[in-house]
């Protein structure tokens, strides 16, 4: 609509109003245009397909998700603090003479 009216007679004293919102309307155009992209590219089917099941299901996973990585962060916590009590890597090895 904005293209239109940039190019009509009566609205030429319009004119860099008219440019100025064409820049916005686009810019707005585009955002919407990669969100739209982003939730065809989601696995959400559709709010007809989301119940409290389906919900408690992704809550669930997703904290679990969130404990596995608190884990994770402990686990290299921890071993890095292990590496600086024993710089040395410890022999399973019985021969080894430590007794």
């Given at each position: 609509?904005?293209?239109?009216?940039?190019?009509?007679?009566?609205?030429?004293n319009?004119e860099?109003?008219?440019?100025n919102?064409?820049?916005?309307?686009?810019?707005?155009?585009?955002?919407?245009g990669?969100?739209?992209?982003?939730?065809?590219d989601?696995?959400?089917?559709?709010?007809?397909?989301?119940?409290?099941k389906?919900?408690?299901?992704t809550e669930?996973a997703?904290?679990?998700?969130?404990?596995l990585?608190?884990?994770?962060?402990?686990?290299?916590?921890?071993?890095?603090?292990?590496?600086?009590k024993?710089?040395?890597?410890r022999s399973n090895n019985?021969?080894?003479?430590?007794?």
């Amino acid at each position: 609509m904005l293209y239109l009216l940039d190019g009509m007679l009566p609205f030429r004293n319009l004119e860099s109003e008219i440019r100025n919102l064409r820049a916005k309307t686009d810019s707005v155009s585009k955002q919407l245009g990669a969100w739209a992209r982003t939730l065809q590219d989601s696995g959400l089917k559709g709010r007809r397909y989301v119940n409290e099941k389906t919900r408690r299901a992704t809550e669930q996973a997703r904290e679990r998700e969130e404990f596995l990585k608190k884990l994770e962060e402990i686990r290299k916590g921890g071993h890095a603090e292990s590496a600086i009590k024993n710089p040395e890597p410890r022999s399973n090895n019985p021969e080894s003479g430590s007794s």
